[in-house]
Protein backbone atom coordinates (compact mmCIF):
# COMPACT_ATOMS: atom_id res chain seq x y z
CA UNK A 1 0.00 0.00 0.00
CA UNK A 2 3.01 2.45 0.33
CA UNK A 3 2.48 5.43 2.55
CA UNK A 4 -0.61 5.87 4.19
CA UNK A 5 -2.56 8.16 6.02
CA UNK A 6 -5.48 8.95 8.46
CA UNK A 7 -8.91 10.50 6.28
CA UNK A 8 -12.48 10.43 6.39
CA UNK A 9 -13.96 8.50 3.85
CA UNK A 10 -17.60 8.08 2.58
CA UNK A 11 -17.98 5.03 0.87
CA UNK A 12 -21.86 5.75 0.31
CA UNK A 13 -24.06 9.18 0.73
CA UNK A 14 -26.52 9.55 4.06
CA UNK A 15 -26.31 10.75 6.79
CA UNK A 16 -23.70 11.77 9.36
CA UNK A 17 -23.04 7.67 10.17
CA UNK A 18 -21.57 7.43 6.66
CA UNK A 19 -18.71 9.03 7.51
CA UNK A 20 -15.80 6.74 8.57
CA UNK A 21 -12.18 7.26 10.12
CA UNK A 22 -9.70 5.03 7.99
CA UNK A 23 -6.06 4.69 7.14
CA UNK A 24 -5.79 5.10 3.35
CA UNK A 25 -2.99 5.23 0.59
CA UNK A 26 -1.24 8.80 0.94
CA UNK A 27 -1.93 10.55 -2.44
CA UNK A 28 1.23 11.06 -4.86
CA UNK A 29 1.06 14.52 -6.38
CA UNK A 30 0.61 14.46 -10.08
CA UNK A 31 2.71 17.03 -12.81
CA UNK A 32 1.50 20.38 -11.78
CA UNK A 33 0.16 19.21 -8.48
CA UNK A 34 1.62 19.89 -4.69
CA UNK A 35 1.47 17.42 -1.71
CA UNK A 36 0.24 19.62 1.13
CA UNK A 37 -0.10 17.78 4.80
CA UNK A 38 -3.19 19.57 6.08
CA UNK A 39 -2.79 21.46 9.62
CA UNK A 40 -6.50 22.27 9.33
CA UNK A 41 -10.08 21.76 6.99
CA UNK A 42 -13.26 23.66 7.33
CA UNK A 43 -16.87 21.84 7.15
CA UNK A 44 -19.01 23.76 5.13
CA UNK A 45 -22.89 23.50 4.82
CA UNK A 46 -21.89 22.71 0.86
CA UNK A 47 -19.88 19.27 2.61
CA UNK A 48 -23.34 18.17 4.31
CA UNK A 49 -24.74 18.73 0.55
CA UNK A 50 -22.54 16.66 -0.69
CA UNK A 51 -22.42 14.06 2.28
CA UNK A 52 -26.12 13.54 2.20
CA UNK A 53 -26.96 13.39 -2.01
CA UNK A 54 -28.34 16.89 -2.24
CA UNK A 55 -25.12 18.05 -4.42
CA UNK A 56 -23.72 15.35 -6.27
CA UNK A 57 -20.15 14.62 -6.01
CA UNK A 58 -18.36 14.32 -9.34
CA UNK A 59 -16.49 11.33 -8.90
CA UNK A 60 -16.66 7.85 -8.26
CA UNK A 61 -17.10 7.07 -4.58
CA UNK A 62 -15.57 6.09 -2.24
CA UNK A 63 -15.14 10.16 -1.38
CA UNK A 64 -12.94 12.47 0.67
CA UNK A 65 -15.43 15.65 1.84
CA UNK A 66 -13.44 19.26 2.23
CA UNK A 67 -13.48 21.82 0.28
CA UNK A 68 -11.25 24.20 2.51
CA UNK A 69 -7.43 23.73 3.30
CA UNK A 70 -4.53 24.79 5.33
CA UNK A 71 -1.59 23.56 6.04
CA UNK A 72 2.71 23.18 4.34
CA UNK A 73 4.12 22.14 1.08
CA UNK A 74 4.92 18.37 1.92
CA UNK A 75 5.53 17.67 -2.01
CA UNK A 76 6.07 18.70 -5.90
CA UNK A 77 4.69 17.41 -8.47
CA UNK A 78 6.80 17.34 -11.99
CA UNK A 79 6.73 20.65 -13.43
CA UNK A 80 6.14 22.93 -10.35
CA UNK A 81 7.88 26.00 -9.76
CA UNK A 82 7.98 28.22 -7.05
CA UNK A 83 6.54 26.51 -4.07
CA UNK A 84 9.15 24.59 -1.88
CA UNK A 85 8.95 21.70 0.97
CA UNK A 86 7.56 23.94 4.45
CA UNK A 87 6.03 26.55 2.79
CA UNK A 88 2.58 27.56 4.77
CA UNK A 89 -0.39 28.07 2.02
CA UNK A 90 -4.02 27.62 1.68
CA UNK A 91 -6.14 26.91 -1.02
CA UNK A 92 -10.50 26.46 -1.35
CA UNK A 93 -11.80 25.93 -4.47
CA UNK A 94 -14.90 24.43 -5.74
CA UNK A 95 -13.47 21.24 -7.33
CA UNK A 96 -11.78 20.45 -4.21
CA UNK A 97 -14.18 17.51 -2.06
CA UNK A 98 -16.26 17.81 -4.90
CA UNK A 99 -14.41 17.02 -8.21
CA UNK A 100 -11.06 15.23 -6.36
CA UNK A 101 -10.73 14.06 -2.67
CA UNK A 102 -10.79 17.01 -0.31
CA UNK A 103 -9.26 18.02 3.20
CA UNK A 104 -10.65 15.86 5.80
CA UNK A 105 -7.75 14.00 5.62
CA UNK A 106 -3.84 14.11 6.80
CA UNK A 107 -2.59 14.76 3.30
CA UNK A 108 -3.90 16.26 0.04
CA UNK A 109 -2.91 17.18 -3.69
CA UNK A 110 -3.66 20.45 -4.99
CA UNK A 111 -2.92 22.06 -8.22
CA UNK A 112 -0.17 24.43 -7.76
CA UNK A 113 -1.84 27.43 -9.22
CA UNK A 114 -4.74 27.06 -6.76
CA UNK A 115 -2.27 27.63 -4.02
CA UNK A 116 -2.13 30.81 -1.68
CA UNK A 117 0.98 31.54 0.65
CA UNK A 118 -0.40 32.31 4.11
CA UNK A 119 1.05 35.89 5.46
CA UNK A 120 3.08 36.06 8.49
CA UNK A 121 1.38 36.34 11.74
CA UNK A 122 -1.69 34.31 11.08
CA UNK A 123 -1.83 30.68 12.14
CA UNK A 124 -3.31 28.11 9.93
CA UNK A 125 -6.58 27.46 11.54
CA UNK A 126 -7.64 30.81 10.86
CA UNK A 127 -6.53 30.94 7.44
CA UNK A 128 -8.41 27.81 6.80
CA UNK A 129 -11.44 29.46 7.96
CA UNK A 130 -10.90 32.29 5.76
CA UNK A 131 -12.33 29.76 2.91
CA UNK A 132 -15.46 28.92 1.12
CA UNK A 133 -17.29 31.05 3.66
CA UNK A 134 -15.79 34.23 3.89
CA UNK A 135 -15.15 34.22 -0.39
CA UNK A 136 -18.57 33.63 -0.87
CA UNK A 137 -19.88 36.44 0.86
CA UNK A 138 -16.92 38.49 -0.30
CA UNK A 139 -17.86 37.68 -4.20
CA UNK A 140 -21.37 38.53 -3.48
CA UNK A 141 -20.84 41.80 -1.86
CA UNK A 142 -18.23 43.09 -3.91
CA UNK A 143 -18.62 41.82 -7.40
CA UNK A 144 -22.42 41.20 -7.30
CA UNK A 145 -23.65 43.56 -4.99
CA UNK A 146 -20.83 46.57 -5.53
CA UNK A 147 -21.66 47.36 -1.92
CA UNK A 148 -20.25 50.57 -0.57
CA UNK A 149 -20.61 53.04 2.12
CA UNK A 150 -23.10 53.94 1.08
CA UNK A 151 -25.07 50.72 1.47
CA UNK A 152 -27.46 49.84 4.52
CA UNK A 153 -26.43 45.80 4.79
CA UNK A 154 -28.83 43.47 6.16
CA UNK A 155 -27.67 39.61 6.21
CA UNK A 156 -30.06 36.89 6.52
CA UNK A 157 -28.63 33.57 8.57
CA UNK A 158 -26.29 36.05 10.28
CA UNK A 159 -24.77 33.65 12.49
CA UNK A 160 -23.43 31.26 9.57
CA UNK A 161 -19.83 31.07 8.43
CA UNK A 162 -20.92 33.46 5.09
CA UNK A 163 -23.14 35.66 7.50
CA UNK A 164 -20.22 36.59 10.03
CA UNK A 165 -17.68 37.08 7.16
CA UNK A 166 -20.20 39.29 5.63
CA UNK A 167 -21.22 41.50 8.35
CA UNK A 168 -17.27 41.64 8.73
CA UNK A 169 -17.25 42.88 4.81
CA UNK A 170 -20.07 44.98 5.34
CA UNK A 171 -18.47 46.96 8.18
CA UNK A 172 -15.00 47.40 6.55
CA UNK A 173 -16.20 48.76 3.31
CA UNK A 174 -18.24 51.28 5.89
CA UNK A 175 -21.91 49.93 5.08
CA UNK A 176 -24.36 49.89 8.16
CA UNK A 177 -24.79 46.48 9.11
CA UNK A 178 -27.85 44.28 10.42
CA UNK A 179 -27.81 40.74 11.26
CA UNK A 180 -30.88 38.87 11.15
CA UNK A 181 -30.45 35.61 13.71
CA UNK A 182 -32.20 33.28 16.46
CA UNK A 183 -32.69 35.23 19.94
CA UNK A 184 -29.73 33.02 21.42
CA UNK A 185 -27.06 34.19 19.40
CA UNK A 186 -28.59 37.96 19.07
CA UNK A 187 -25.41 39.10 22.14
CA UNK A 188 -22.24 37.34 20.30
CA UNK A 189 -23.44 39.09 16.77
CA UNK A 190 -23.73 42.95 18.38
CA UNK A 191 -19.51 42.92 18.12
CA UNK A 192 -20.01 42.36 14.49
CA UNK A 193 -23.23 44.22 13.32
CA UNK A 194 -24.45 47.55 13.86
CA UNK A 195 -27.94 45.87 15.10
CA UNK A 196 -29.52 42.78 15.27
CA UNK A 197 -32.98 41.42 14.59
CA UNK A 198 -34.92 38.87 16.11
CA UNK A 199 -35.42 36.28 12.61
CA UNK A 200 -38.41 34.83 13.98
CA UNK A 201 -40.23 38.00 14.93
CA UNK A 202 -43.67 38.80 13.45
CA UNK A 203 -42.27 41.91 12.30
CA UNK A 204 -39.03 41.04 10.89
CA UNK A 205 -38.85 43.07 7.70
CA UNK A 206 -40.30 45.96 9.60
CA UNK A 207 -37.64 46.08 12.31
CA UNK A 208 -35.32 45.59 9.95
CA UNK A 209 -35.81 48.65 7.91
CA UNK A 210 -36.43 50.32 11.44
CA UNK A 211 -32.97 48.82 12.51
CA UNK A 212 -31.11 49.84 8.69
CA UNK A 213 -32.24 53.23 8.73
CA UNK A 214 -33.72 55.55 5.90
CA UNK A 215 -36.16 53.17 3.53
CA UNK A 216 -33.98 50.04 5.03
CA UNK A 217 -31.31 48.04 4.01
CA UNK A 218 -30.29 48.93 0.23
CA UNK A 219 -28.77 45.04 -0.15
CA UNK A 220 -29.98 42.30 1.39
CA UNK A 221 -27.53 39.02 1.63
CA UNK A 222 -30.00 35.96 1.62
CA UNK A 223 -28.23 32.40 2.62
CA UNK A 224 -31.92 31.30 3.50
CA UNK A 225 -33.94 30.91 0.25
CA UNK A 226 -37.68 29.43 0.61
CA UNK A 227 -38.37 30.83 4.00
CA UNK A 228 -36.68 34.20 4.10
CA UNK A 229 -36.70 35.33 0.17
CA UNK A 230 -40.00 36.86 0.45
CA UNK A 231 -39.51 38.56 3.50
CA UNK A 232 -36.10 40.12 2.16
CA UNK A 233 -37.91 41.88 -0.83
CA UNK A 234 -40.45 43.34 1.23
CA UNK A 235 -37.60 44.56 4.27
CA UNK A 236 -35.60 46.21 0.86
CA UNK A 237 -35.58 50.00 0.36
CA UNK A 238 -36.51 51.31 -3.22
CA UNK A 239 -34.07 50.35 -5.96
CA UNK A 240 -32.62 47.84 -3.77
CA UNK A 241 -30.58 44.31 -4.62
CA UNK A 242 -31.13 41.17 -2.76
CA UNK A 243 -28.02 39.06 -3.41
CA UNK A 244 -29.20 35.39 -3.09
CA UNK A 245 -25.78 32.84 -2.06
CA UNK A 246 -28.04 29.60 -0.22
CA UNK A 247 -30.56 27.78 0.12
CA UNK A 248 -31.23 26.33 3.56
CA UNK A 249 -34.52 26.47 3.64
CA UNK A 250 -35.46 25.20 0.21
CA UNK A 251 -34.46 26.19 -3.21
CA UNK A 252 -37.64 27.01 -4.94
CA UNK A 253 -39.28 30.87 -3.39
CA UNK A 254 -42.57 32.64 -3.99
CA UNK A 255 -41.94 36.22 -4.66
CA UNK A 256 -44.29 39.18 -4.72
CA UNK A 257 -43.78 40.52 -7.82
CA UNK A 258 -45.39 43.83 -7.96
CA UNK A 259 -43.26 44.42 -4.35
CA UNK A 260 -40.15 44.20 -6.91
CA UNK A 261 -41.68 46.06 -9.46
CA UNK A 262 -43.00 49.16 -6.95
CA UNK A 263 -39.47 49.44 -5.93
CA UNK A 264 -37.65 48.73 -8.91
CA UNK A 265 -35.70 46.25 -6.78
CA UNK A 266 -33.38 43.80 -7.87
CA UNK A 267 -32.77 39.53 -6.90
CA UNK A 268 -29.48 38.51 -7.85
CA UNK A 269 -27.88 35.32 -7.65
CA UNK A 270 -24.26 34.40 -6.83
CA UNK A 271 -21.61 31.81 -7.38
CA UNK A 272 -18.09 32.29 -9.08
CA UNK A 273 -14.69 31.58 -7.77
CA UNK A 274 -12.51 34.16 -6.25
CA UNK A 275 -9.29 35.82 -7.91
CA UNK A 276 -6.00 35.07 -6.56
CA UNK A 277 -5.82 38.54 -6.39
CA UNK A 278 -8.74 38.66 -4.25
CA UNK A 279 -7.65 35.82 -2.16
CA UNK A 280 -5.01 37.32 -1.31
CA UNK A 281 -6.35 40.64 -0.64
CA UNK A 282 -8.58 39.21 2.37
CA UNK A 283 -5.40 37.08 3.78
CA UNK A 284 -3.92 40.27 3.89
CA UNK A 285 -6.85 41.80 5.92
CA UNK A 286 -6.98 38.91 8.15
CA UNK A 287 -2.99 39.00 8.79
CA UNK A 288 -3.94 43.02 9.91
CA UNK A 289 -6.09 42.33 12.16
CA UNK A 290 -8.85 44.00 9.75
CA UNK A 291 -11.39 40.93 9.93
CA UNK A 292 -11.04 37.84 12.16
CA UNK A 293 -11.55 34.36 12.51
CA UNK A 294 -14.88 33.35 13.79
CA UNK A 295 -14.44 29.74 15.04
CA UNK A 296 -16.59 28.06 16.86
CA UNK A 297 -15.19 24.81 17.53
CA UNK A 298 -12.16 23.13 16.29
CA UNK A 299 -12.60 19.51 16.40
CA UNK A 300 -10.35 16.30 15.89
CA UNK A 301 -10.08 15.12 12.44
CA UNK A 302 -11.61 11.56 13.63
CA UNK A 303 -14.76 13.58 14.64
CA UNK A 304 -15.53 14.75 11.46
CA UNK A 305 -18.73 12.79 12.09
CA UNK A 306 -19.65 14.82 15.05
CA UNK A 307 -18.48 17.85 13.44
CA UNK A 308 -21.17 17.58 10.59
CA UNK A 309 -24.12 16.46 13.21
CA UNK A 310 -23.36 19.72 15.39
CA UNK A 311 -23.54 22.16 12.07
CA UNK A 312 -26.63 20.27 11.15
CA UNK A 313 -28.17 20.94 14.36
CA UNK A 314 -28.23 24.89 13.74
CA UNK A 315 -26.31 25.71 17.07
CA UNK A 316 -23.09 26.56 15.26
CA UNK A 317 -22.07 30.35 15.28
CA UNK A 318 -19.49 30.95 12.38
CA UNK A 319 -17.06 28.33 11.45
CA UNK A 320 -16.42 24.69 12.88
CA UNK A 321 -12.66 23.71 11.71
CA UNK A 322 -11.24 20.05 11.73
CA UNK A 323 -7.81 18.99 12.53
CA UNK A 324 -5.77 16.12 12.08
CA UNK A 325 -5.75 14.09 15.52
CA UNK A 326 -1.50 14.18 15.44
CA UNK A 327 -1.77 18.05 15.13
CA UNK A 328 -3.89 18.79 17.89
CA UNK A 329 -2.17 19.37 21.68
CA UNK A 330 -1.91 16.29 23.97
CA UNK A 331 -5.13 18.04 25.86
CA UNK A 332 -7.56 18.10 23.49
Known amino acids: MG ?22 ARPQPAAGEVLVEIHAATVNRTDLFHRSGRFFIQKPLPHILGMDVAGVVA ?68 RRAGLTADDRLAVTAAASGVGTSALQIGRWLGARTVALTDPDKADRLRPLADAVVDRTAADVAVQVRRAAGGDGPTVVLELVG ?63 GSFQPVIDRVEPLSRARAAHEYLESGASFGKVVLVPDAKLPASS
Open 3 to 24: ETMHAVVMHQRGQPSVLRYEQV
Open 226 to 288: RATLRASVSMLAPWGRVVCVGTLSGDLAELDVMELLMKNASVLGSFGAITPQEHAEILARFAD
Open 75 to 142: GVGSGVAGWHAGDRVVATFEALGRERDGAYAEFTTVPADQLRPVPDGLDLVAAASVGLAFTTAWVALR
